[in-house]
């Protein structure tokens, strides 16, 4: 540790450091300036010689006088947001079709214990959407027997999956409605999968949860119960 | 019980611990620093309401060499802040510059993650940036808690013990993956009581305040650590007898002032945010508020509408007191049971469990400013890291009675610690909120096109 004299002359070090930095015009950015002088004050603590000091002074000078040009972190938006609330419509005339394949099925329902599925669909205005489960088949509008509403942002679907392990999920828009799905980063290596349409299969011990892409079509639903 | 005489630790057993110091640090690397988790997401995303968390408490992904990666929401204040550090000229639009909730308050992060762009001469990408402050951040904790101990204790042992706990506490463990940098104001408070206990004490009072206003500038931007190396520095001198304890804390206080002095300045002129701001919290109401709702308590009369401490009617004591004591007490239980037995028997550990009360209380004045009836780990981190400090010099103590079975009980004693803090799933549901099972399921994740799940 600095003692006497040499502390006296790390100090003086500093004050200077600012004069020339602010006063010089080779740092304006005041915050900045403080972080970088208090860093200062703390690490001369840390040295035991004015050669130890002079480093430190340098080090700080030269992050006073280089800036940095900070590489910069592309941010994207998960899918197509075109409403408020984070949501993507569905278009009028268009169904958006996800997959669901039951992978490893079996081996965690011999882990987990029984499992009980749930579609979610998460979005807004989804009352005035069409929903269709296949293989199950039956296209609903609204339909209680698979319908479980969590809310109005939200619909959540119970299907049977006895002996079902590849299904999908189709919504399509009813005339004059503007349902949408909401848009978020759900994502896997190199796909997003930003629509918040995703099963869940829970037992007391786990939760299997599937996510699928969209696949956009102009078929329309099978015609109602 | 009187203490017993030091013995002489034997070089196996030193060694064994050396060992197991070693094994834990490799053992973090490869389940935490590795692992690629990002508790800060996945906390959010798996295992909140499936009606409104799909994709994470997150908006955003980020691209990285890798493919695409979701970023926390709370955490985007800190990438956002980068460039007001790399500004070398004045701003025309100060509200721009500085932004986010929180931002100010964690801007100690940016700067270290500004630090390592600088150091790795652009090698690096910004988001790896982040996690190598993080793992820098724990070791350099580690390496805090070791010599401070040695520092307190005269074994050789306890500032192994302390160097463990350190380096398995799951403030750290669980952080890694993360941008938001919460465990900052801990490294904070170690490296500030580190340098005031071994430098800054032992200089002339001019040079204390010099060096004190130094770091507690540094601290209004540690996530709040200024207040707890504040609070170490008046409340130990209170514990110590001698003259000279006054002028100590008469200068610590003086260097906060100014420290915050500085801060003013900073934020008037380049309209940095605060968390107070954000919330549209006022000290002087909350105390006027709190002295309304004593007053009315004390005379009997209806508390419903009136608000103690930023928490309407009785909420502080019916919600935010048990769950903040019953989450430390879950996730720290045989650290507590371990403290409590040196308190009992060994009178140098007692300043560290005395210091836990108000850490643990100040750690947690953060939630009283939102008013949330939530548990944080990074605010349960100060109390305990003075338990780990207690523990330390009690286990080291008693591993050096020559009797075989206080060695036995020293191992049973760490180990039981050890195991709690590394029960990852409970304690980042006590960490995130304050519920063990939150996260206790197992969350089995598939992505269509790929075929191998990721396992929670």
Known sequence: ?225 | MPLPPVGRIDEPVLRLFRIALAAAMVWCFYAYVFSGKDWEVLATKHYWSRGSYYGGYAHLLAETPNGYRTLQMEGLPNLANLKPLADTKAIDVPQDWVSGFPSTERLLMPFLVYLMLRASFGWVDTLTAFWLVNVLMWLWAITMAYKLSSHFFDDRLSPLIAALLTAMYPVFTLTFGGIKGQDIGTVYLLTGVYLYESRIQHLPKPWQLMHLSALFALGLFAAGGWVWLCAYICLTYCWRAGSGRWAAVATAIAATILARVSLALLTEKYKLPSVETYLQFSYSEMVSDSLEWIGAWCRGGDISHLRLLNYPGDLFFRDFLPIICSAFARGHLALMVVAAWAFASFRPSRMFIVMAVPLFILGHSGSVITGWRWHYGYLSAPAAIMLIFAASGFLGHQVARPELRWKMAVFLLLGSIVWQFTDEKMQAGLYWGGNASTYAARVIVYHEGNRVPHIY
């Open chain 1, 1 to 225: 540790m600095l003692r006497g004299r040499r502390h006296l002359v790390a100090g003086a070090l500093g004050v200077l450091l600012y004069v020339v930095a602010y006063w010089g015009g080779i740092n304006t950015n005041l915050l900045f300036l403080m972080l970088v002088l208090s860093a200062y004050t703390t690490l001369v603590l840390l040295v035991g010689t004015l050669t130890g000091v002079g480093a430190v002074l340098a080090l700080c000078f030269s992050l006073l006088r280089f800036p940095l040009n900070i590489p910069v972190v592309k941010l994207v938006e998960p899918g197509q947001v075109d409403a408020d609330e984070r949501t993507s419509i569905i278009p009028a005339g268009q169904t958006w079709h996800y997959s669901f394949t039951l992978t490893d099925f079996e081996k965690w329902r011999r882990e987990c214990g029984p499992l009980a599925g749930t579609v979610y669909i998460n979005g807004i205005r989804l009352t005035n959407s069409t929903v269709d489960i296949r293989p199950i088949g039956t296209s609903w509008l609204a339909a209680p027997k698979y319908l479980k509403a969590y809310s109005l942002d939200e619909v959540q679907l119970t299907p049977e999956l006895r002996g079902i392990r590849e299904f999908s999920v189709s919504l399509a828009a009813r005339d004059g409605s503007a349902p949408a799905v909401r848009q978020a980063p759900e994502t896997d290596g190199v796909n997003i999968y930003h629509d918040a349409v995703f099963l869940e299969l829970k037992s007391d011990r786990c939760s299997v949860l599937y996510h699928a892409l969209r696949r956009a079509g102009t078929d329309l639903p099978l015609a109602g119960m």
